[in-house]
């Protein structure tokens, strides 16, 4: 009996043993070159948090804040365009607009400066492909002459402005109602001013990159001929990369996991099976590899498998949306005209906010929504027009 254990010992814990290769696998890759390749990445498990976070915040808000400047010399360098008002007479209906939110926030970040240089950058570079796509500024600042950023734009971007400077203050309204309302406002001028096919609503610390015009029209033209998502109430741009992991209540990313798992299960046990010369099938091994590399994914982080999407528009996902966020909303006119009606007749506080009272309606009213994957939009605004904060952390 001895003899008989002595020998199972050997054969597991001799080098040539499976069992040896797959430990010492598991033992690198997970203690050794995961934690020295990725404790720098901020959405990953392996961020070093203490020793990051502070530094790493600070370099974001001063490369920002050179953005801002850059953003405002950008507009002061550039030739004014004739119009400057929105005006719904004219008689041309664009297949998007580009409805640029905008509250006075910090004046160094200059962020909605940031949102629009990149916007009208974009739909230069664009060309002919952009011909029927349209930006609009909605100033939703309390005196809307305060706002300067805005004063500037003005020369280049038609705008709308929700004055409020004589109304009666509402003692139901705080700070959330009122961004619901801003929000509201917005959407409904769009639709007044231009009649557009699709309203595309950001808020103005919401950067579009660099793609986003190609996979919009990708999405426009293809993805959204299919009924279930022509009829959708919104698609979300943007979901917090904090949010973005496997690991979730969510069906969709679960999916998503165990089919990375089964994919690479079998890719990385002929790839063992070829390096060591053994069996090309295995399903224990097949079975480790993808547990292996379903936690490597998690543990790396999802965000960062998502980049890879950027490849290509048709290689974008669109799944089921969430709570959480609005920084970029896409309406079609149909759908922009159900949300206004659904919008008015809620109430938001804290703990309800436009976000939430947008999700709720998918279950209260029978909708559906979308969020597209990898977002199209960065977050720039570490500094909230709904919550102070002195001293911001990108986590």
């Known amino acids: 009996m001895l003899h008989q254990a002595w020998q199972l010992y050997g054969r597991w814990w001799r080098w040539s043993s499976p069992f040896i290769h797959l430990l010492t696998l598991t033992v690198v890759t997970f203690g050794v070159l995961a934690p020295l390749f990725c404790h720098r990445l901020l959405h990953s498990y392996f961020y070093l948090r203490r020793w990051h976070l502070n530094p790493m ?69 664009c060309g002919a492909h952009c011909q029927s796509h349209r930006i609009l500024l909605c100033n ?32 139901r309204m705080n700070q959330f109602e009122k961004e619901k309302q801003d929000y509201v406002f917005c959407l409904e001028q769009s639709l007044l001013a231009y009649n557009p096919e699709y309203i595309l609503v950001v808020e103005d610390d919401a950067v579009p990159e660099e ?52 994919f690479l299960g079998p890719v990385l046990n002929w790839v063992y099976s070829w390096a060591t010369g053994r069996p090309s099938l295995c399903w224990p091994l097949v079975l480790f590899f993808a547990l292996y590399s379903m936690g490597l994914s998690e543990l790396v982080g999802r965000h960062y498998m998502l980049e890879l999407r950027r490849l290509a528009p048709t290689l974008y996902n669109i799944v089921p949306v969430t709570e959480c966020c609005t920084p970029a909303m896409l309406f079609s006119a149909p759908s922009a005209h159900r949300a206004l009606g659904y919008l008015k007749g809620l109430h938001c506080q804290q703990g309800f906010a436009k976000d939430i009272a947008l999700y709720s309606l998918l279950h209260t009213k029978g909708e559906n929504a979308y969020v597209v994957e990898p977002n199209l939009v960065r977050h720039v605004g570490m500094y909230s027009s709904l919550r102070l904060n002195d001293n911001p952390k990108l986590l």
Do not use: C
Not at 142 to 164: E, N
């Open 57 to 125: 915040s600070q370099e974001f808000l001063e490369q920002n804040q050179q953005e801002g400047q850059a953003a405002l010399h950008y507009f002061e360098k550039l030739q004014i365009p004739n119009a400057s008002e929105a005006s719904g007479s004219d008689a041309f209906q664009p297949l998007l607009l580009v409805t640029i939110i905008t509250v006075q926030r910090r004046n160094d970040f200059h962020y909605v400066l940031q949102v629009a240089s990149h916007f009208h950058r974009l739909l230069q570079k």
């Open 211 to 262: 793609e986003i015009f190609a996979v919009l029209q990708h999405l426009l033209l293809v993805r959204f001929s299919k009924p279930y998502l022509r009829d959708a109430l919104y698609f979300k741009l943007y979901h917090p990369e904090r949010l973005q992991r496997y690991f979730n209540p969510e069906p969709m990313r679960i999916l998503e996991w165990l089919g990375l798992g089964m």
């Open 140 to 171: 939703v600042e309390s005196d809307p002459s305060s706002h300067q950023d805005v004063r500037l734009l003005s020369s280049f971007f038609p705008m709308v402005s929700h004055d409020r400077t004589g109304e009666n203050p509402d003692p």
